[in-house]
Protein backbone atom coordinates (compact mmCIF):
# COMPACT_ATOMS: atom_id res chain seq x y z
CA UNK A 1 0.00 0.00 0.00
CA UNK A 2 1.49 3.35 -1.08
CA UNK A 3 2.14 5.87 2.04
CA UNK A 4 0.10 9.22 1.88
CA UNK A 5 1.50 12.46 2.43
CA UNK A 6 0.66 15.20 4.45
CA UNK A 7 -0.48 18.16 2.85
CA UNK A 8 -1.63 21.88 4.39
CA UNK A 9 -3.05 24.90 4.17
CA UNK A 10 -2.15 27.33 7.29
CA UNK A 11 -3.52 30.16 8.16
CA UNK A 12 -3.51 32.71 11.58
CA UNK A 13 -6.37 30.59 13.06
CA UNK A 14 -6.61 27.34 11.85
CA UNK A 15 -4.64 24.89 10.09
CA UNK A 16 -6.15 22.59 7.53
CA UNK A 17 -4.17 19.30 7.09
CA UNK A 18 -5.09 16.73 4.78
CA UNK A 19 -3.36 13.61 3.46
CA UNK A 20 -3.07 12.88 -0.23
CA UNK A 21 -1.45 9.80 -2.42
CA UNK A 22 1.46 11.02 -3.85
CA UNK A 23 1.25 12.30 -7.51
CA UNK A 24 -2.35 12.69 -7.20
CA UNK A 25 -4.51 15.49 -6.36
CA UNK A 26 -7.53 14.53 -4.31
CA UNK A 27 -7.08 14.76 -0.73
CA UNK A 28 -8.84 13.57 2.03
CA UNK A 29 -9.44 12.91 6.08
CA UNK A 30 -9.30 16.73 6.01
CA UNK A 31 -9.31 18.27 9.06
CA UNK A 32 -8.89 22.01 10.62
CA UNK A 33 -7.39 22.49 13.45
CA UNK A 34 -7.21 25.72 15.60
CA UNK A 35 -3.69 27.24 15.37
CA UNK A 36 -4.04 28.45 19.06
CA UNK A 37 -4.73 25.11 20.58
CA UNK A 38 -1.11 24.26 19.94
CA UNK A 39 2.37 25.47 21.05
CA UNK A 40 3.68 25.00 17.82
CA UNK A 41 3.58 23.16 13.99
CA UNK A 42 5.38 20.06 15.42
CA UNK A 43 2.19 19.50 17.79
CA UNK A 44 -0.71 20.21 15.89
CA UNK A 45 0.64 17.72 13.00
CA UNK A 46 1.17 14.92 15.66
CA UNK A 47 -2.30 15.62 17.02
CA UNK A 48 -3.48 15.37 13.73
CA UNK A 49 -1.39 12.12 12.50
CA UNK A 50 -3.17 10.26 16.02
CA UNK A 51 -6.68 11.78 15.12
CA UNK A 52 -6.41 9.70 11.49
CA UNK A 53 -4.61 6.70 13.13
CA UNK A 54 -1.05 7.38 11.11
CA UNK A 55 1.89 7.38 13.60
CA UNK A 56 5.00 5.19 14.46
CA UNK A 57 5.60 3.28 11.11
CA UNK A 58 2.64 4.26 9.53
CA UNK A 59 3.33 7.81 9.73
CA UNK A 60 3.91 10.12 6.18
CA UNK A 61 7.31 10.64 4.94
CA UNK A 62 6.63 13.48 2.96
CA UNK A 63 5.34 16.69 3.51
CA UNK A 64 4.16 19.92 1.81
CA UNK A 65 2.88 23.00 4.32
CA UNK A 66 1.30 25.80 3.02
CA UNK A 67 1.85 29.18 5.12
CA UNK A 68 0.17 32.58 5.45
CA UNK A 69 3.47 34.12 5.88
CA UNK A 70 6.58 35.23 3.49
CA UNK A 71 9.10 31.72 3.16
CA UNK A 72 12.25 32.78 3.06
CA UNK A 73 15.40 30.56 4.88
CA UNK A 74 15.32 28.00 7.13
CA UNK A 75 12.74 29.77 9.64
CA UNK A 76 9.02 30.39 9.35
CA UNK A 77 7.20 32.94 11.58
CA UNK A 78 3.70 33.18 11.17
CA UNK A 79 2.33 36.69 10.76
CA UNK A 80 -1.03 36.19 12.22
CA UNK A 81 -0.46 33.43 15.06
CA UNK A 82 2.46 32.74 17.89
CA UNK A 83 3.75 29.83 15.51
CA UNK A 84 7.84 29.87 14.54
CA UNK A 85 9.60 26.82 13.77
CA UNK A 86 12.97 26.02 11.92
CA UNK A 87 12.14 23.46 8.84
CA UNK A 88 14.77 21.81 9.37
CA UNK A 89 13.69 21.13 12.95
CA UNK A 90 10.30 20.30 12.00
CA UNK A 91 11.67 17.69 9.54
CA UNK A 92 14.01 16.04 12.07
CA UNK A 93 11.29 15.83 14.95
CA UNK A 94 8.35 14.74 12.25
CA UNK A 95 10.81 12.08 10.57
CA UNK A 96 9.65 13.39 7.31
CA UNK A 97 12.49 12.83 4.38
CA UNK A 98 10.97 14.83 2.23
CA UNK A 99 9.26 18.47 3.56
CA UNK A 100 8.39 21.78 1.31
CA UNK A 101 7.36 24.86 3.20
CA UNK A 102 5.31 27.14 0.53
CA UNK A 103 3.39 30.19 0.67
CA UNK A 104 0.05 29.70 0.97
CA UNK A 105 -1.15 32.20 -2.16
CA UNK A 106 1.58 29.96 -3.94
CA UNK A 107 -0.33 27.03 -3.21
CA UNK A 108 -3.50 28.77 -4.22
CA UNK A 109 -1.88 29.57 -8.02
CA UNK A 110 -0.81 25.56 -7.93
CA UNK A 111 -4.18 24.11 -7.02
CA UNK A 112 -5.53 26.13 -9.92
CA UNK A 113 -5.12 23.78 -13.00
CA UNK A 114 -6.27 21.24 -10.50
CA UNK A 115 -10.08 22.62 -9.86
CA UNK A 116 -12.43 21.01 -11.23
CA UNK A 117 -14.60 22.61 -13.79
CA UNK A 118 -17.83 22.75 -11.83
CA UNK A 119 -16.25 24.59 -9.26
CA UNK A 120 -15.36 27.96 -11.51
CA UNK A 121 -17.61 30.32 -12.32
CA UNK A 122 -17.67 31.94 -15.29
CA UNK A 123 -17.40 35.85 -15.04
CA UNK A 124 -15.96 36.72 -18.73
CA UNK A 125 -16.24 33.55 -21.32
CA UNK A 126 -12.71 34.75 -23.28
CA UNK A 127 -10.46 32.72 -24.88
CA UNK A 128 -7.56 31.07 -22.88
CA UNK A 129 -4.13 30.68 -25.18
CA UNK A 130 -3.01 27.24 -24.40
CA UNK A 131 0.93 27.55 -22.76
CA UNK A 132 0.22 31.17 -21.62
CA UNK A 133 0.78 32.79 -18.19
CA UNK A 134 -2.39 32.73 -15.84
CA UNK A 135 -3.12 35.02 -13.02
CA UNK A 136 -4.55 34.23 -9.69
CA UNK A 137 -5.61 37.35 -7.65
CA UNK A 138 -8.19 37.26 -4.39
CA UNK A 139 -9.37 39.74 -1.45
CA UNK A 140 -8.98 37.82 1.92
CA UNK A 141 -6.99 38.87 5.08
CA UNK A 142 -4.61 40.78 2.39
CA UNK A 143 -4.90 41.05 -1.36
CA UNK A 144 -3.41 37.78 -2.54
CA UNK A 145 -1.80 38.12 -6.60
CA UNK A 146 0.73 35.08 -8.02
CA UNK A 147 1.24 34.16 -11.41
CA UNK A 148 1.56 30.50 -12.95
CA UNK A 149 3.00 29.44 -15.98
CA UNK A 150 3.22 25.95 -17.83
CA UNK A 151 6.99 24.88 -17.80
CA UNK A 152 7.90 22.36 -19.65
CA UNK A 153 8.49 19.98 -16.56
CA UNK A 154 5.74 21.36 -14.37
CA UNK A 155 3.54 24.61 -13.42
CA UNK A 156 5.85 26.85 -12.59
CA UNK A 157 4.51 29.60 -9.85
CA UNK A 158 5.08 33.39 -10.20
CA UNK A 159 5.07 34.74 -6.56
CA UNK A 160 4.35 38.76 -6.64
CA UNK A 161 4.12 41.14 -3.99
CA UNK A 162 1.30 42.79 -6.13
CA UNK A 163 -1.51 43.58 -3.79
CA UNK A 164 1.38 46.25 -2.20
CA UNK A 165 0.96 48.04 -5.94
CA UNK A 166 -0.32 52.12 -5.51
CA UNK A 167 -3.88 52.10 -5.78
CA UNK A 168 -4.62 54.42 -8.79
CA UNK A 169 -8.12 55.99 -8.44
CA UNK A 170 -9.69 56.52 -12.40
CA UNK A 171 -12.93 58.43 -11.92
CA UNK A 172 -13.70 61.76 -9.01
CA UNK A 173 -15.12 59.15 -6.55
CA UNK A 174 -12.11 57.65 -6.31
CA UNK A 175 -10.16 60.82 -6.44
CA UNK A 176 -11.70 61.29 -2.91
CA UNK A 177 -11.07 58.12 -1.46
CA UNK A 178 -7.63 58.42 -2.44
CA UNK A 179 -7.49 61.56 -0.34
CA UNK A 180 -9.21 59.98 2.80
CA UNK A 181 -6.79 57.00 2.45
CA UNK A 182 -4.28 58.92 2.05
CA UNK A 183 -4.45 61.35 4.82
CA UNK A 184 -4.91 57.93 7.54
CA UNK A 185 -1.92 55.90 5.87
CA UNK A 186 0.13 58.37 3.92
CA UNK A 187 0.74 55.67 0.79
CA UNK A 188 -2.06 54.12 -0.38
CA UNK A 189 -1.78 50.41 -1.76
CA UNK A 190 -4.33 48.69 -3.39
CA UNK A 191 -4.39 46.07 -0.07
CA UNK A 192 -5.83 49.05 1.94
CA UNK A 193 -8.93 48.89 -0.19
CA UNK A 194 -9.32 44.84 -1.12
CA UNK A 195 -9.31 42.97 1.31
CA UNK A 196 -12.17 42.07 4.65
CA UNK A 197 -10.58 44.99 6.46
CA UNK A 198 -10.32 47.25 3.05
CA UNK A 199 -13.85 46.48 2.58
CA UNK A 200 -14.93 48.11 6.24
CA UNK A 201 -12.86 51.03 5.99
CA UNK A 202 -13.85 51.75 2.54
CA UNK A 203 -17.46 51.54 4.09
CA UNK A 204 -16.31 54.33 6.51
CA UNK A 205 -14.71 56.18 3.97
CA UNK A 206 -17.90 56.17 1.95
CA UNK A 207 -19.87 57.33 5.28
CA UNK A 208 -17.48 60.30 5.77
CA UNK A 209 -18.00 61.36 1.97
CA UNK A 210 -21.59 61.09 2.18
CA UNK A 211 -21.58 62.44 5.80
CA UNK A 212 -23.73 59.58 7.34
CA UNK A 213 -23.51 58.41 10.39
CA UNK A 214 -21.31 54.85 10.19
CA UNK A 215 -23.65 52.19 12.08
CA UNK A 216 -21.45 48.71 10.70
CA UNK A 217 -18.90 47.34 12.05
CA UNK A 218 -17.72 44.39 9.72
CA UNK A 219 -17.01 43.41 6.35
CA UNK A 220 -19.73 40.66 7.06
CA UNK A 221 -22.01 43.44 7.65
CA UNK A 222 -21.17 45.58 5.15
CA UNK A 223 -22.10 42.59 2.89
CA UNK A 224 -25.20 41.40 4.83
CA UNK A 225 -26.50 45.39 4.59
CA UNK A 226 -25.72 45.90 1.21
CA UNK A 227 -28.04 43.13 0.19
CA UNK A 228 -30.83 44.82 2.35
CA UNK A 229 -30.93 47.98 0.60
CA UNK A 230 -28.86 50.04 2.92
CA UNK A 231 -27.71 52.23 0.26
CA UNK A 232 -24.19 53.33 1.17
CA UNK A 233 -23.02 49.86 1.93
CA UNK A 234 -24.26 48.78 -1.69
CA UNK A 235 -22.38 52.32 -2.96
CA UNK A 236 -19.40 50.37 -0.80
CA UNK A 237 -19.65 46.56 -1.68
CA UNK A 238 -19.92 47.56 -5.54
CA UNK A 239 -17.59 50.03 -5.35
CA UNK A 240 -15.24 47.83 -4.11
CA UNK A 241 -16.11 45.07 -6.72
CA UNK A 242 -15.19 47.56 -9.59
CA UNK A 243 -11.93 48.75 -7.76
CA UNK A 244 -11.08 44.90 -7.69
CA UNK A 245 -11.72 44.64 -12.05
CA UNK A 246 -9.21 47.86 -12.69
CA UNK A 247 -6.77 45.94 -10.08
CA UNK A 248 -7.07 42.63 -11.90
CA UNK A 249 -7.08 43.74 -15.39
CA UNK A 250 -4.08 45.71 -14.82
CA UNK A 251 -2.00 42.72 -13.42
CA UNK A 252 -3.22 40.96 -16.08
CA UNK A 253 -1.77 43.27 -18.51
CA UNK A 254 2.11 42.87 -16.34
CA UNK A 255 1.93 39.02 -16.51
CA UNK A 256 0.45 38.40 -19.75
CA UNK A 257 -2.36 36.52 -18.25
CA UNK A 258 -3.77 34.98 -21.89
CA UNK A 259 -4.47 31.82 -20.11
CA UNK A 260 -7.16 33.13 -17.60
CA UNK A 261 -7.54 35.13 -14.98
CA UNK A 262 -8.98 32.75 -11.43
CA UNK A 263 -10.39 35.32 -8.31
CA UNK A 264 -9.53 32.99 -5.18
CA UNK A 265 -10.05 33.40 -1.52
CA UNK A 266 -12.19 33.71 1.03
CA UNK A 267 -14.71 36.71 -0.22
CA UNK A 268 -15.16 36.89 -3.75
CA UNK A 269 -17.50 33.15 -3.91
CA UNK A 270 -19.73 35.00 -1.42
CA UNK A 271 -20.34 37.99 -4.03
CA UNK A 272 -20.55 35.91 -7.24
CA UNK A 273 -24.81 37.34 -7.36
CA UNK A 274 -22.77 40.92 -7.40
CA UNK A 275 -20.44 40.93 -9.89
CA UNK A 276 -22.99 40.99 -12.67
CA UNK A 277 -24.44 43.70 -11.17
CA UNK A 278 -21.42 45.94 -10.56
CA UNK A 279 -18.61 47.73 -12.89
CA UNK A 280 -16.00 44.78 -12.48
CA UNK A 281 -16.06 43.29 -16.33
CA UNK A 282 -16.29 46.99 -18.01
CA UNK A 283 -13.13 48.39 -15.21
CA UNK A 284 -11.12 45.09 -15.86
CA UNK A 285 -11.12 45.56 -19.94
CA UNK A 286 -11.02 49.49 -19.89
CA UNK A 287 -7.76 49.30 -20.85
CA UNK A 288 -7.35 52.21 -23.59
CA UNK A 289 -5.80 50.69 -26.76
CA UNK A 290 -5.27 47.32 -24.48
CA UNK A 291 -8.79 46.92 -23.97
CA UNK A 292 -9.31 43.93 -26.76
CA UNK A 293 -6.76 42.10 -25.24
CA UNK A 294 -8.00 42.27 -21.74
CA UNK A 295 -11.74 41.96 -23.10
CA UNK A 296 -10.28 38.38 -24.67
CA UNK A 297 -9.13 37.08 -21.44
CA UNK A 298 -11.58 34.29 -19.92
CA UNK A 299 -12.29 35.14 -15.89
CA UNK A 300 -13.29 32.67 -13.33
CA UNK A 301 -13.84 32.88 -9.81
CA UNK A 302 -12.95 29.82 -7.86
CA UNK A 303 -15.42 28.08 -5.88
CA UNK A 304 -13.62 25.26 -4.84
CA UNK A 305 -13.06 24.41 -1.05
CA UNK A 306 -9.93 24.05 -0.82
CA UNK A 307 -7.91 24.90 -3.92
CA UNK A 308 -4.23 25.43 -1.24
CA UNK A 309 -4.39 21.66 -0.24
CA UNK A 310 -4.56 21.11 -4.21
CA UNK A 311 -2.02 23.51 -4.77
CA UNK A 312 0.44 21.40 -2.22
CA UNK A 313 -0.55 18.30 -3.76
CA UNK A 314 0.70 19.76 -7.09
CA UNK A 315 3.97 21.18 -5.06
CA UNK A 316 4.71 18.14 -3.47
CA UNK A 317 6.50 16.56 -6.23
CA UNK A 318 7.17 19.67 -8.40
CA UNK A 319 10.49 20.46 -9.37
CA UNK A 320 9.81 23.65 -9.93
CA UNK A 321 8.84 24.29 -5.97
CA UNK A 322 11.63 24.40 -3.34
Not at 142 to 148: I, R, S
Not at 231 to 238: E, I, N, Q, S, Y
Amino acid sequence: MTRPALIGDIGGTNARLALVTPDTFAPHDIQSLPCADYPGLVEAVRDYLARVGLTGDDAPQEACLAFACPIRGDKVTMTNNHWTFSRRAVQEALGLRLFKAINDFTAQALGVPHVAADDLAEVQRGEAIPHAARLVIGPGTGLGVAGLFPGRRAWIPLPTEGGHVTFAPTDEREQNLLRHFRNRYGRVSVERLLCGQGLLDLYLAHCSLKGAPPRLKSPAEVTEAAGSGDGVARDTLLRFLKILGDVSGDAALTVGARGGVYLCGGILPRLLDWLPQSRFLEAFADKGRMSAYTGQIPVRVVTAPWPGLLGAAEALHNPEVD
